[in-house]
Each structure stands twice: as structure tokens, then as C-alpha cells.
């Protein structure tokens, strides 16, 4: 899930605590939904991260983005909301 530049990736847990994700995997329990810039994500899967990404000509102002671990899963489901 991209975002744009400035934007940071949060986790919002099931206690109400809001913490940013980096780099380094996070495990999805106790996550109820990511909020990215200006939409929230709620994902089912094994853990998330947030990657830099390099511009490209329909991103010039790329932010991270949301990577979703699936684990054994072969599919992802989303939902995705503005905020």
C-alpha cells in the first residue's frame, strides 16, 4: 500500500496505542488497522513493514510503503478506507 511524501505508516492496536512501522517486521496480532497518510488499511496476514521506495513517473513523491507478510496464505484481503 504507497503513500506519499511526508507520510508516515502507522500501526493502531487493539488498545488504542498508535506506533509508527519501520523497516523491521511487526507482527499483525494485536493490530487492528494501519493508517497510511490519509486512508486506513485493515489487512489480514503474518506481519507488516514499511519500505522507502524510489520515484518513478507515477509516484515523483513516494512516501514508504505498507508490505504485508502473508505467511503460508497464497491470497490478501484489505479493506481500505479515507480517513
Request: net charge positive; charged share 15%.
Amino acid at each position: 500500500m504507497p503513500t506519499w511524501r511526508g507520510a508516515v505508516v502507522e500501526a493502531v492496536h487493539t488498545d488504542g496505542r498508535i506506533t509508527q512501522v519501520g523497516a523491521n517486521p511487526v507482527s499483525l496480532r494485536g493490530i487492528v488497522r494501519f493508517a497510511l497518510g490519509g486512508h486506513a488499511v485493515t489487512v489480514k496476514g503474518t506481519n507488516a513493514r514499511a519500505v522507502p521506495v524510489t520515484r518513478q513517473s507515477t509516484a515523483p513523491q513516494p512516501g514508504p510503503t505498507l508490505v504485508i507478510g502473508l505467511g503460508n496464505a497464497s491470497t490478501v484481503t484489505a479493506r481500505i478506507s479515507v480517513r
